[in-house]
């Protein structure tokens, strides 16, 4: 995280958490080894960002949403997203698959890109996108844009030269029209309400002394 994945090395991990080198190699075969179990994880955290939106009932707010918790993602975690999108195809593959350890089941295909299929699929059941080209293609068109959002940000000193949300905004206007956009935004703070809600509170500090001593 503060160096960057080109600068890491065997030694250095074997060093910050004292251990041997030669008993690392025990663990991991290779730093491509490690760099594939840190995809892997990055990538659920990444599955595990989208939870709140997955609720949305519209399929056009619900991928806008995705869109948005796609490109805050990135933003927030520079150096785990280049590693799975911007570092080595390898890399890249490794999360998709979830990881060297990863069943069958669990290997089936890029669960986010099957989300944004899932909901174009649905809006083209609704009519709602008349003469668009095969949902697999739409998906991937919409991928590539909120990763390039992401990529300039994360590459570009210069970009964006907007705040981020507005750039954002701009892309999905582009892509949905600007009534619709205004939609996601609300439909996606009232499933991050609805989400912390469901969360238990948690108990004050000191709470439990008091309870025991009365």
């Not at 251990?19 to 840190?38: G, K, N, Q």
């Not at 056009?60 to 927030?76: Q, S, T």
């Not at 030269?161 to 956009?181: N, S």
């Amino acid at each position: 995280m503060r160096e960057g994945f080109a600068a890491l090395s065997m030694r250095k991990i074997a060093d910050a958490i004292e251990y041997s080198p030669a008993t690392l190699y025990l663990h991991f075969a290779s730093r491509d080894a490690i760099a594939h179990a840190l995809c892997a994880e990055g990538y659920a955290e990444l599955l595990a960002s989208f939870e709140p939106v997955l609720g949305i009932a519209d399929p056009a707010d619900r991928l806008k949403a995705l869109g948005r918790a796609y490109v805050a993602f990135g933003v927030a975690h520079p150096e785990t997203y280049r590693l799975i999108f911007m570092e080595d195809p390898s890399y890249t593959g490794a999360a998709l698959d979830g990881g060297e350890g990863a069943d069958e089941k669990e290997k089936a295909d890029d669960k986010s890109f099957r989300l944004m299929v899932e909901s174009i699929d649905a809006l083209k059941a609704q009519g709602r996108l008349p003469g668009a080209p095969d949902s697999h293609v739409c998906a991937e068109a919409f991928w590539a844009t909120m990763h390039g959002i992401v990529a300039l940000h994360l590459t570009c000193p210069v970009f964006p030269r907007a705040p981020l949300d507005a750039v954002v905004d701009a892309a999905l206007v582009a892509w949905f029209g600007a009534d619709a956009v205004q939609s996601a935004v609300h439909s996606a703070d009232h499933a991050n309400e609805d989400a912390q809600a469901d969360k238990p509170a948690k108990p004050r500090r000191g709470a439990s002394s008091k309870a025991k001593a009365a």
